[in-house]
């Protein structure tokens, strides 16, 4: 007669039927499967001994329920996280979370390259230029509106051009009868030197400093000689055909101001009423 050989747990016999030992102790598979299998996250059934069995931060699952919560894909070889407690996919993930790129609408996916401006996210080879349309990549660029331009474009199409050279001011410049001017371009049209950040004039649409001008077209003044500019003591006396600066506007004999007060022309001299009643009494 032989040995008994029993189910630790039901006691029925083991003999012709198949069972699993654990720690040498023999369970026959119904009592094993109600007494170790694990309990499947999703569906809430055992996970049988001839189950495949999946195991994610302390969860079972059977192979079939261990998917995807957006598209049902089964995760069994495939990339997946956990979004609050959801299985997803890379896939759903990517579309769900993941940053769209502006250009094509497409997910810009983890690890892929991709460029960032103004909050806005684009795939490297969707950042093209709006003029030339090539790549712009790490090239410097230049945005207009809701455009962006490579820098030669931008210049191309949008930079001002100096009215004197016609080439692109990338920076800086002097405005001058509304026309933009490179400042090493705007030039005394008499002497050649920069007039940019200082005093000048014109004359007819030709810009002077102001000893050219003063030079060349200023009136001189009756008294001490010197030209009438504008600048400095600007302020003049004009009577029949001379000029005086305003300082200079004085009896000749007694050199009292006459700014403001009656005068008497005496050929190439002006006097004051004083002086004029005692020479002519």
Same mark, same amino acid.
């Given at each position: 007669?032989?040995?008994?050989?029993?189910?630790?747990?039901?006691?029925?016999?083991?003999?012709?039927?198949?069972?699993?030992?654990?720690?040498?102790?023999?369970?026959?598979?119904?009592?094993?499967?109600?007494?170790?299998?694990?309990?499947?996250?999703?569906?809430?059934?055992?996970?049988?001994?001839?189950?495949?069995?999946?195991?994610?931060?302390?969860?079972?699952?059977?192979?079939? &329920?261990?998917?995807?919560?957006?598209?049902?894909?089964?995760?069994?070889?495939?990339?997946?996280?956990?979004?609050?407690?959801?299985?997803?996919?890379?896939?759903?993930?990517?579309?769900?979370?993941?940053?769209?790129?502006?250009?094509?609408?497409?997910?810009?996916?983890?690890?892929?390259?991709?460029?960032?401006?103004?909050?806005?996210?684009?795939?490297?080879?969707?950042?093209?230029?709006?003029?030339?349309?090539?790549?712009?990549?790490?090239?410097?660029?230049?945005?207009?509106?809701?455009?962006?331009?490579?820098?030669?474009?931008?210049?191309?199409?949008?930079?001002?051009?100096?009215?004197?050279?016609?080439?692109?001011?990338?920076?800086?410049?002097?405005?001058?009868?509304?026309?933009?001017?490179?400042?090493?371009?705007?030039?005394?049209?008499?002497?050649?030197?920069?007039?940019?950040?200082?005093?000048?004039?014109?004359?007819?649409?030709?810009?002077?400093?102001?000893?050219?001008?003063?030079?060349?077209?200023?009136?001189?003044?009756?008294?001490?000689?010197?030209?009438?500019?504008?600048?400095?003591?600007?302020?003049?006396?004009?009577?029949?055909?001379?000029?005086?600066?305003?300082? &200079?506007?004085?009896?000749?004999?007694?050199?009292?101001?006459?700014?403001?007060?009656?005068?008497?022309?005496?050929?190439?001299?002006?006097?004051?009423?004083?002086?004029?009643?005692?020479?002519?009494?």
């Amino acid at each position: 007669m032989s040995e008994p050989f029993d189910c630790d747990s039901c006691k029925e016999s083991l003999y012709d039927r198949k069972y699993i030992q654990v720690n040498d102790v023999p369970h026959c598979i119904p009592c094993y499967d109600r007494l170790y299998a694990n309990t499947c996250q999703e569906c809430k059934e055992l996970i049988e001994h001839n189950s495949r069995e999946l195991y994610y931060e302390d969860r079972h699952y059977h192979e079939h &329920c261990f998917r995807c919560s957006r598209c049902s894909r089964s995760l069994a070889d495939e990339p997946f996280t956990c979004q609050e407690d959801a299985l997803v996919c890379n896939d759903c993930y990517c579309n769900e979370f993941s940053t769209k790129c502006v250009a094509c609408g497409k997910t810009v996916m983890p690890g892929s390259k991709r460029l960032e401006y103004g909050g806005c996210s684009w795939h490297e080879e969707c950042f093209v230029c709006c003029g030339c349309e090539q790549p712009i990549g790490a090239q410097s660029f230049i945005p207009d509106k809701d455009e962006y331009y490579c820098v030669p474009c931008y210049e191309g199409r949008f930079a001002p051009r100096c009215a004197h050279c016609k080439q692109i001011l990338v920076q800086g410049g002097v405005t001058y009868r509304d026309e933009p001017w490179h400042k090493e371009c705007f030039l005394c049209t008499g002497c050649k030197v920069q007039l940019a950040g200082q005093p000048f004039t014109t004359q007819g649409e030709d810009p002077y400093c102001v000893k050219c001008f003063s030079n060349l077209y200023a009136q001189k003044c009756s008294a001490c000689n010197k030209p009438i500019t504008g600048f400095g003591e600007g302020k003049y006396i004009s009577f029949e055909e001379r000029q005086w600066h305003q300082p &200079c506007f004085k009896c000749s004999e007694c050199s009292v101001s006459l700014v403001g007060a009656g005068f008497f022309p005496d050929g190439t001299k002006i006097l004051c009423k004083t002086v004029c009643e005692q020479t002519f009494v």
